[in-house]
């Protein structure tokens, strides 16, 4: 499959999203493009500018990932989206985004629900010194005791 990435969002984490993901795929810049919409711009110019862009990706198919449901990136990229050739997906986060780009050759419905299992799972409560659930040591709250 040629699945393209196209992530369109408020300036800049469009962009900051790209980076990390080169970080850890460097051989993914040819399929992930990226439209940080700037504040103030008119919605006509954003959306042609973000169609040029999208443009340039020249994929078969594009899952399409924006920030937040309802605002600016969304609403432009909705118009992008034809839900055959291209998916959107609003909620755009790190782990959601490193799941698609692993699994980008695999079909479109699948990669889609790769993305959004890849970002709800990556939202969690993480414990900062104690594992969950469970309960401290008293000797833990006796602050007489020092690191060595």
Do not use: W
Not at 98 to 113: F, I, S
């Amino acid at each position: 499959m040629n699945n393209g990435i196209f992530i369109i969002a408020h300036a800049p984490l469009a962009s900051a999203l790209r980076q990390c993901v080169l970080h850890v795929f460097p051989d993914a810049s040819a399929s992930l493009a990226v439209f940080d919409v700037q504040p103030n711009m008119p919605a006509e110019e954003t959306l042609a500018a973000a169609r040029m862009t999208l443009g340039l990706l020249r994929a078969e198919h594009t899952l399409v990932l924006t920030d937040m449901f309802g605002a600016t990136p969304c609403n432009i990229a909705q118009k992008l989206v034809d839900g055959i050739s291209s998916r959107l997906v609003a909620g755009v986060n790190l782990p959601m985004l490193m799941r698609a780009v692993t699994y980008r050759d695999e079909p479109m419905d699948r990669l889609v629900a790769r993305a959004l299992a890849g970002g709800t799972q990556g939202v969690m409560q993480v414990a900062v010194s104690a594992p969950q659930n469970q309960q401290r040591k008293v000797h833990d709250q006796n602050h007489d005791h020092h690191q060595q």
